[in-house]
């Protein structure tokens, strides 16, 4: 029987990095839900739809494919209409629209049950807002990963710079609270923290400090 594990958190939590890491270590496959979403949202953006409840979302989704596969070093690679798309959604621009398109409910029961799916098939890791509230409420374990705000910004603020990214600090602790602000406040599957999910805080502390936090928490609640 397969086990489920949901880890929860906001934007730039690094929810990607430490469960990509936590599941190579486990053994487990991961699984970036928030690529789907990111995804969704590239799609929008290429065909000028505006990311807001309303027919021309529903009849993109009705002409698009998004799909999860893995190559031989079990990386996870996204795939819109079979174009590689895993490095054009990991910019700025594309998190903000992921982040008003998720809202969507039309757009969320489109990817519930490819999401559920995975989670059948083998043992995984999967990240995003609402996984153990929402995609998997009877996860094996659940994991609520945050850090303050400002911690969150830093890194991705580094992450960017280290890519030759031309930003300010300033712009993405903003765009930081307003994507808090719009994935706690919207109507469907709001981020929050499950009931029996454990916690975990990394503002204060590093990478593998973090990594080895979650598979602590994984090993003693599995």
Do not use: C, W
């Not at 949901?6 to 890491?21: C, F, H, N, Y």
């Not at 002409?63 to 700025?92: A, C, H, Y």
């Amino acid at each position: 029987m397969s086990i489920a594990i949901a880890i929860d958190g906001p934007a730039g939590a690094g929810k990607s990095t430490i469960s990509k890491s936590a599941a190579k270590k486990l053994g487990f496959i991961y699984i970036d839900t928030g690529a789907l979403y990111r995804t969704v949202g590239l799609a929008a953006t290429r065909a000028n739809v505006e990311p807001v409840e309303g027919k021309e979302v529903d009849e993109l989704l009705s002409k698009i494919n998004v799909e999860l596969t893995f190559n031989d070093k079990g990386e996870q690679i996204v795939l819109l209409d079979k174009e590689d798309v895993s490095r054009l959604i990991r910019t700025p621009e594309a998190s903000m629209t992921a982040s008003k398109i998720s809202a969507i409910p039309s757009v969320r029961a489109y990817l519930l049950d490819l999401q559920r799916n995975m989670a059948k098939k083998d043992n995984v890791i999967m990240d995003g807002r609402d996984i153990g509230t929402v995609v998997l409420p009877n996860a094996d374990v659940k994991i609520f990963l945050t850090a303050t705000p400002e911690a969150r910004a830093e890194r991705r603020y580094k992450e960017l710079i280290e890519k030759g990214m031309d930003v300010k600090y300033e712009d993405i602790l903003n765009d930081v609270k307003t994507r808090d602000y719009n994935d706690s406040h919207r109507e469907i599957a709001p981020l929050k923290q499950a009931d029996d999910a454990v916690l975990a805080d990394t503002t204060e502390i590093g990478l593998q400090e973090s990594i080895d936090l979650i598979i602590k928490i994984i090993k003693e609640h599995s």
